[in-house]
């Protein structure tokens, strides 16, 4: 029988994160104050305008760009979408991407691989990284016209070096997509300094509102548009603006911009006990991506020769919450791509569980969870052997 007086241990912050207190406070208060259409020429529009120019400046001054470049949108996948679709122009060309890339990708791609585009997909070594030597060769690059890659990876929290790439887009005119959403506010992120066209963020991914997101722009750059209204966001993404949301985003990147060294190294910290406890404790088990380049919060881990919905069911009914990957494609049979394209054997990457530790987890919360997750593994052993 299950203990339901169980503490609920939430171990899945790359689905969504909660809400700091403060920025509950920040939207409230906002949305109380400022409830004016920012591009009304009133009083209250004006404060309103205000509080958004205020957002914008904040998360453009903690991103590296420019306040003009950020777009706000209503998170990631609407901005991942804005870029590959306002990039698309015409009905044919190449995309280069990577295998294992975000749903709101992968699904954009497929989109425009039915309006005549191809695709060309990256290989990357068995951590998860991107091998280097394609870039040199002319091949990758012919008729090559969008560029697409994560720049953190969701369910293996692995962290691309996307310098190469960036470099070869830019001497060939081909603009440069990155989806940075599991990266903003768990990594140092500097738009320029990475030198793409566009970039991609969801608030919810540290903390911040649900509902709202930004792609950064590099000025300069054009996209098509594929929705049509007013002509808020410079006129390139219609729709009156949230911006008690807006407000709540970047309170939520100025928290972790303004303590995200102590922040990083807490994290660090509970994902490496977390890891070390399963490995001294749960027997057989394998730890998936790269061991230095990923995320200081991510752990996706296998445990061979179980079923990882299996897994997944049994840890929700011991309170532990964790997911097998992107929560976008929960629901599917079908194994993770990205440990597929690691080359991954099928025991591994059928069995794996990502956890995903924020700041407010704490060490008894860590433990604890090694305590339960090491029953369940050896339960579904023992009952595995038995069958």
């Known amino acids: 029988m299950t203990n339901r007086t169980l503490e609920e241990i939430y171990l899945d912050n790359n689905a969504t994160t909660r809400p700091f207190p403060s920025v509950i406070e920040t939207v409230a208060r906002h949305l109380g104050d400022n409830y004016g259409n920012p591009g009304s020429r009133h009083a209250a529009g004006r404060r309103a305008r205000v509080v958004l120019q205020d957002a914008r400046e904040s998360i453009a001054g903690i991103l590296g760009a420019d306040p003009d470049e950020v777009i706000f949108t209503s998170g990631g996948t609407e901005s991942t979408n804005l870029a590959l679709f306002g990039f698309a122009t015409g009905c044919d060309g190449v995309i280069v991407t990577t295998a294992g890339e975000h749903p709101a990708t992968t699904e954009s791609i497929a989109e425009l691989g039915r309006r005549g585009w191809t695709t060309r997909t990256l290989d990357v070594d068995s951590r998860g990284r991107l091998i280097p030597e394609q870039l040199d060769q002319s091949a990758t690059w012919d008729n090559c016209r969008l560029a697409t890659l994560i720049l953190a990876?969701?369910?293996?929290?692995?962290?691309?070096?996307?310098?190469?790439?960036?470099?070869?887009?830019?001497?060939?005119?081909?603009?440069?997509?990155?989806?940075?959403?599991?990266?903003?506010?768990?990594?140092?992120?500097?738009?320029?300094?990475?030198?793409?066209?566009s970039l991609a963020l969801g608030?919810?991914?540290?903390?911040?509102?649900?509902?709202?997101?930004?792609?950064?722009?590099?000025?300069?750059?054009?996209?098509?548009?594929?929705?049509?209204?007013?002509?808020?966001?410079?006129?390139?993404?219609?729709?009156?603006?949230?911006?008690?949301?807006?407000?709540?985003?970047?309170?939520?990147?100025?928290?972790?911009?303004?303590?995200?060294?102590?922040?990083?190294?807490?994290?660090?910290?509970?994902?490496?006990?977390?890891?070390?406890?399963?490995?001294?404790?749960?027997?057989?088990?394998?730890?998936?991506?790269?061991?230095?380049?990923?995320?200081?919060?991510?752990?996706?881990?296998?445990?061979?020769?179980?079923?990882?919905?299996?897994?997944?069911?049994?840890?929700?009914?011991?309170?532990?919450?964790?997911?097998?990957?992107?929560?976008?494609?929960?629901?599917?049979?079908?194994?993770?791509?990205?440990?597929?394209?690691?080359?991954?054997?099928?025991?591994?990457?059928?069995a794996s569980v990502r956890f995903s530790m924020a700041v407010e987890n704490t060490v008894e919360e860590i433990d604890e969870a090694v305590r339960r997750i090491v029953q369940v593994v050896q339960r579904l052993r023992e009952s595995a052997s038995v069958a």
Not at 290 to 300: A, D, G, Q
């Open 203 to 350: 608030a919810h991914k540290f903390h911040g509102p649900r509902g709202i997101g930004a792609l950064l722009l590099r000025d300069g750059c054009q996209l098509v548009r594929f929705e049509h209204g007013g002509h808020q966001e410079a006129g390139r993404r219609p729709g009156t603006e949230v911006v008690a949301l807006a407000a709540g985003m970047a309170c939520a990147l100025e928290i972790w911009n303004d303590d995200q060294a102590a922040r990083t190294s807490h994290v660090a910290m509970l994902r490496d006990r977390l890891q070390q406890g399963l490995e001294q404790q749960a027997g057989n088990c394998t730890v998936n991506g790269h061991f230095e380049h990923r995320l200081p919060n991510t752990l996706n881990i296998a445990f061979p020769g179980l079923d990882g919905e299996a897994i997944l069911v049994a840890l929700d009914l011991e309170q532990i919450d964790c997911s097998l990957g992107s929560t976008c494609s929960s629901g599917s049979a079908e194994p993770a791509p990205a440990l597929v394209a690691m080359g991954c054997p099928e025991d591994v990457y059928r």
């Open 153 to 197: 990876h969701n369910e293996t929290g692995v962290v691309q070096e996307l310098g190469r790439v960036s470099e070869e887009c830019r001497e060939r005119s081909i603009p440069l997509h990155i989806d940075a959403v599991q990266a903003v506010g768990k990594i140092p992120v500097d738009f320029h300094e990475l030198g793409a066209a």
